[in-house]
């Protein structure tokens, strides 16, 4: 920061607050905490824990959805560009065989070629939708949730 004279002042950093904060009693003092003060006070600070927790992932997600959406766009547009570069490609695949065959029946083997492609990715993209099973390891993390919290797990 400057002042109005030109020079430079820095301000010392403030200081961090506490990570543990020492439980107190009602009358202050952390030595005669009854068990009481101790649990309110642990209480309190799970709860703060998980605000902040929850905020963090907030934020986070926040920032990750909009690399992903600016990142899907990109993919989008890439995908858009190599539709056109196929189709040219196709075009001149066309063109060229219609000078040695004719044009009517280059056009049909252009055809027959991309619908050979286009029935390959279909039953590679349908076997692999077969293998697909969710998320089976987060649905039994998330089940055993609930006995862990009550002491069973």
């Given amino acids: 920061?400057?002042?109005?004279?030109?020079?430079?002042?820095?301000t010392p950093p403030a200081a961090p607050p506490s990570a543990v904060t020492p439980p107190l009693s009602a009358t202050g003092s952390a030595d005669n905490a009854s068990v009481g003060d101790?649990?309110?006070?642990?209480?309190?600070?799970?709860?703060?824990?998980?605000?902040?927790?929850v905020e963090l992932a907030k934020a986070e997600a926040?920032?990750?959805?909009?690399?992903?959406?600016?990142?899907a766009g990109m993919f989008a547009g890439a995908g858009i560009a190599g539709h056109f570069v196929l189709l040219f490609?196709?075009?001149?695949?066309?063109?060229?065989?219609?000078?040695?065959?004719?044009?009517?029946?280059?056009?049909?083997?252009?055809?027959?070629?991309?619908?050979?492609?286009?029935?390959?990715?279909?039953?590679?993209?349908?076997?692999?939708?077969?293998t697909v099973k969710g998320m089976p390891r987060t649905a039994d993390s998330v089940k055993k949730i609930p006995p862990a919290l009550k002491g069973d797990a």
């Fill in 62 to 71: 926040k920032e990750s959805a909009s690399r992903a959406g600016k990142g």
């Fill in 38 to 53: 101790l649990m309110a006070n642990v209480s309190r600070d799970i709860s703060t824990l998980m605000r902040q927790e």
């Fill in 89 to 130: 490609l196709s075009i001149a695949l066309w063109w060229g065989l219609g000078d040695a065959i004719g044009h009517g029946l280059s056009a049909l083997v252009v055809a027959a070629i991309w619908a050979v492609i286009a029935g390959v990715l279909a039953l590679v993209g349908r076997s692999e939708m077969k």
């Fill in 1 to 10: 920061m400057s002042t109005p004279t030109g020079r430079m002042t820095t």
